[in-house]
């Protein structure tokens, strides 16, 4: 009688979490830089796959992303060169970048504070993004999907990526402030496998 209680205990808390995997068709991770202190240059990267974990009411607990360094796409194909060469992501020796979350802060309103380390070049440091994140939905093929945006800002510099000129008046080439814009859509896992 015991084990059954603590089977039935155990399906329980496995059934209030749910897995998503992150529909890399409809994700996007963009940026945004300065250039010689007054053009801002954005960009995203293309290759994004990750999972999410939330409660049965949608509220996240753990996330998990991996981007492909060499993705990276600015609409310069020489800039976008540079970008993935040993002076920016060397994209050939360290072709992943990823983020692990470590806490998901609740702000009320589907607003959340998510905080983790992202890893870029083999350097590992905390980020701490805003996001919100969209109720649960059921797509036309019977899916069921939830959506998320997130925003934040880190430093290039706090990951080795210090690359850069100084112009004739003081102005940096490169920004060295990176402003992160994400737009998440994912499926969950169990309806996409049965799809």
């Known amino acids: 009688m015991r084990l059954l209680i603590r089977s ?3 399906i329980k808390l496995e059934e209030k979490h749910m897995n998503w995997n992150l529909d890399s068709s409809h994700t996007t991770v963009a940026f945004a830089v300065k250039h010689m202190g007054f053009f801002t240059v954005r960009g995203q990267f293309k290759k994004v796959a990750g999972t999410v974990t939330t409660n049965e009411q ?8 991996s981007i492909e360094a060499a993705s990276i796409e600015t609409g310069e194909a020489q800039r ?11 994209a050939e020796q360290y072709p992943q970048i990823r983020f692990e979350s470590s806490q ?16 870029i070049r083999d350097t ?7 996001a919100e994140v969209s109720p649960a939905i059921k797509d036309p093929w019977g899916l069921t999907r939830i959506g998320a ?8 510099k706090d990951w080795g990526l210090t690359w850069n000129q100084v112009l004739e008046f003081g102005a940096l080439l ?22």
């Open 8 to 10: 039935m205990s155990r």
């Open 58 to 65: 949608g509220v996240p607990s753990q996330i998990s992303v």
């Open 80 to 90: 976008d060169a540079h970008l993935r060469s040993p002076d920016f992501l060397d």
């Open 104 to 119: 998901v802060e609740a702000l009320g309103q589907n607003r959340y504070k998510i905080h983790g380390n992202l890893t």
């Open 124 to 130: 590992t440091r905390p980020v701490t993004l805003e």
């Open 149 to 156: 945006t997130a925003t934040g800002v880190i430093n290039r």
């Open 174 to 195: 490169v920004g060295e402030e990176v402003k992160l814009n994400i737009e998440v859509e994912a499926v969950a896992a169990q309806a996409e496998a049965a799809a």
